[in-house]
């Protein structure tokens, strides 16, 4: 299944990260976007042009050292169809440089619509007498709160595919709470969608003992993020809220079993803007970006080894 490739990956790079691809226009180096300008002018298309150019230029940077990216499909479609276009590019750079790429759409629906955004995200699409790749990524994360009849139609696509998809448990941001921490037959509601994910996985069963259905959680709320691991040994995290929104390596050491897999965790903003932390020049953006992979990777690793 498409998650034991993502396994292998962060085997081979001994890396178990994910860089977030949500550029904004003032995350970019000026030099980019009014190069983007120049040609395009003021425009979506020189926005999209922009953030195209900067994403590939972080990818040729990180590739081989982060196992994987998750562009975030909203910071694309702000800029309109160009946007969706420099999504679609993205994810076939990344691709093709040998990452893992979830993208990052947070889809959900039921009947024939789901089925469309499974086989635009994740699957392919029959043209006349051709089947044709819309976007090609590995995985999609995906809203569960439908229940089984959003979320049977992406494990078709996944059989069929090799992909995967990853499940909104229980979330970084600050009023997640507000029901994913709400009781139902005495357990939170993030309990029951984590057992949820658990009965979905056992259609997708991977190599490693993790199947083809990860979970969402966030490392903003570690004990929680430790209780779910213990609780849901086949499922895979993907754990965002690392560094700018307040999570540790300390708090993310919990998301890992006993042999150091089932997570990998993702960082955006303290990578994309690296550059601006070091104040160094503009034109080293993806060095930046790189250096501050590298201490992410050695920090989550330090914390790993010190929980033994």
Known sequence: MALDRLIDAIAKTGNPTVAGLDPKLDYIPDFIVQEAFREYGETLEGAAAAVLAYNRGLIDALCGTVPAVKPQAAYYERLGWPGVKALAETIAYAKGKGMFVITDGKRNDIGATMEAYAAA?????????????????????????????????????????????????????PSSGELQDRRID????????????????????????????????????????????????????????????????????????????????????????????????????AGAALREAIRMRDDILAALRKRG
């Open 121 to 173: 995200h994740l699957g392919r699409v029959k043209v006349g007498d051709t089947l044709c790749e819309p976007f090609g990524g590995d995985a999609l994360t995906v809203n569960g709160y439908l229940g089984s009849d959003g979320i049977q139609p992406l494990l078709t696509v996944c059989r069929e595919r090799d992909a995967g998809i990853f499940v909104l448990v229980k979330t970084s941001n």
């Open 186 to 285: 005495g357990e939170p509601v993030y309990r029951h969608m984590g057992a949820m994910c658990e009965r979905w996985g056992e259609e997708l069963p991977g190599t490693y003992g993790y199947s083809g259905v990860g979970a969402v959680v966030g490392a903003t709320y570690p004990a929680q993020l430790a209780e779910l691991r213990a609780a849901l040994p086949h499922t895979f995290f993907l754990v965002p809220g690392y560094g700018a929104q307040g999570g540790g390596a300390a708090d993310v050491a919990g998301a890992f079993d006993e042999n150091g897999r089932g997570a990998v965790i993702n960082s955006s903003r303290a990578i994309l803007c690296a550059w601006k932390k070091e104040n160094g020049p503009p034109e080293d953006y």
